[in-house]
Antibody
Framework: DVHLVQSGSELQKPGATVKISCKVS????????IYWVQQAPGKGLDWMGL????????IYSANFQGRVTITADTSTDTAYMELSSLTYDDTAVYYC????????????WGPGTLVTVSS | EIVLTQSPATLSLSPGERATLSCRAS??????LAWYQQKPGQAPRLLIY???NRATGIPARFSGSGSGTDFTLTISSLEPEDFAVYYC???????????FGGGTKVEIK
């Protein structure tokens, strides 16, 4: 079975940087992309970026370009998403997802990590 | 950027009724469209990919159709567990763009 385990909830101050992890199991980490998606409270889904763990190449959404960095550690089968210059609008659940079950689509998803930005 | 517009925003129906959800793209996405279901407090789940293919384990009451700019998700007979929010998503112009629609909430009437 494919599993994605994300790091725990975070409380951050405005202007800070948060780094969230997503550890995968049940498939070969380097065979599939990892995606990151933001969901603000009561809002829809916003794709942030993706990484190819095989070569470490990341592609970012224009909405987050310059503030987001996605990396992958093939020694631990873990992907990371770092978001800088946090504002109150970054309070959201952040999901990682892979396309290991259905090529090129978000399947399956991790459980999500809540990031709260508060002074 | 390709914009996906979902309608209606909210659909109020009773169990056993048929649900028809729409997703319209601002430009053609071919068949590169998926549908996801999200229940409160849970991560989304893939239902339909490539416009009309059911993902593994998805019941046959869910079906997708369309191509180009107009797509439909149909739930033939609503079960109690189907009341949720549904999102469409396209991958036609990636990299770099992968976009989601704003969602349709299917609620109990």
């Amino acid at each position: 079975d494919v599993h994605l385990v994300q790091s725990g909830s975070e409380l951050q101050k405005p202007g800070a940087t948060v780094k969230i992890s997503c550890k995968v199991s049940g498939y070969t980490f380097t065979d599939h992309y990892i995606y990151w998606v933001q969901q603000a409270p009561g809002k829809g889904l916003d794709w942030m970026g993706l990484i190819d763990p095989e070569d470490g190449e990341a592609i970012y959404s224009a909405n987050f370009q310059g503030r987001v960095t996605i990396t992958a550690d093939t020694s631990t089968d873990t992907a990371y998403m770092e978001l800088s210059s946090l504002t109150y609008d970054d309070t959201a659940v952040y999901y990682c997802a892979t396309d290991s079950l259905t090529d090129n689509w978000f399947d399956p998803w991790g459980p999500g990590t809540l990031v709260t930005v508060s002074s | 950027e390709i914009v996906l517009t979902q309608s209606p925003a909210t659909l109020s129906l009773s169990p056993g009724e048929r649900a028809t959800l729409s997703c319209r793209a601002s430009q053609s996405v071919g068949s590169y469209l998926a549908w996801y279901q999200q229940k409160p407090g849970q991560a989304p789940r893939l239902l339909i990919y490539d416009a009309s293919n059911r993902a593994t384990g998805i019941p046959a009451r869910f079906s997708g159709s369309g191509s180009g700019t107009d797509f439909t998700l149909t739930i033939s007979s609503l079960e109690p567990e189907d009341f949720a929010v549904y999102y469409c998503q396209q991958r036609a112009n990636w990299p770099p763009g992968l976009t989601f629609g704003g969602g349709t909430k299917v609620e109990i009437k």
